[in-house]
Antibody, heavy 122, light 108 residues
């Protein structure tokens, strides 16, 4: 069974830093691109960041570029999101999500973690 | 970046109703449109990918159609467990992988 389990969320002051982790099991992490998607309280889904299976390709949403860094350790079956210079508007549940990508089906998220809550507040 | 617009943003319906949700892309995305269902406090779950392909385990009362810029999600006979928020997402281009704003389906 595919499982994604986020950890590392919590309360942090504006300007602070936090590192999220996502532990993968039930599949071979190195075979998949991975993403972070967030959801502010009462709001919709916002894609945050993408990393290819080999870490060769990385993308960020404009809202986090320059402040967040995505990385992965395939040997440890883990995905990470380093979040620096946090703002109140970064408050959200952060989900890691596995990406299915194929020529015939396009790109979609087929498995999600349960989410980690990040609260940025003074 | 490709923008995704869903309508309506919310709707009220009764068990057994046929429900239709639409999603429009700001440019053609071929058939690379995905639908997700999210219940309160839970992670989203993919229902349909590539506009009309049903994800394994998803009931057949869910169906999707469309291509280019206009897409539709249909629930043929709404069940109690279907009350949730539904999101579309474009899977056409490399990131950003944008979502629509969501449609909340509530009990009438």
């Amino acid at each position: 069974e595919v499982q994604l389990v986020e950890s590392g969320g919590g309360l942090v002051q504006p300007g602070g830093s936090l590192r999220l982790s996502c532990a993968a099991s039930g599949f071979t992490l190195r075979s998949y691109s991975m993403n972070w998607v967030r959801q502010a309280p009462g709001k919709g889904l916002e894609w945050v960041s993408y990393i290819s299976s080999t870490s060769r390709s990385i993308h960020y949403a404009d809202s986090v570029r320059g402040r967040f860094t995505i990385s992965r350790d395939n040997a440890k079956d883990s995905l990470y999101l380093q979040m620096n210079s946090l703002r109140v508007e970064d408050t959200a549940v952060y989900y890691c999500a596995r990406l299915q990508a194929a020529y015939s089906s396009g790109w979609y998220f087929d498995h999600w973690g349960q989410g980690a809550l990040v609260t940025v507040s003074s | 970046d490709i923008q995704m617009t869903q309508s309506p943003s919310s709707l009220s319906a009764s068990v057994g109703d046929r429900v239709t949700i639409t999603c429009r892309a700001s440019q053609s995305i071929s058939n690379f449109l995905n639908w997700y269902q999210q219940k309160p406090g839970k992670a989203p779950k993919v229902l349909i990918y590539a506009a009309s392909s049903l994800q394994s385990g998803v009931p057949s009362r869910f169906s999707g159609s469309g291509s280019g810029t206009d897409f539709t999600l249909i629930i043929s006979s709404l069940q109690p467990e279907d009350f949730a928020t539904y999101y579309c997402q474009q899977g056409y281009s490399s990131p950003p992988l944008t979502f629509g704003g969501g449609t909340k389906v509530e009990i009438k």
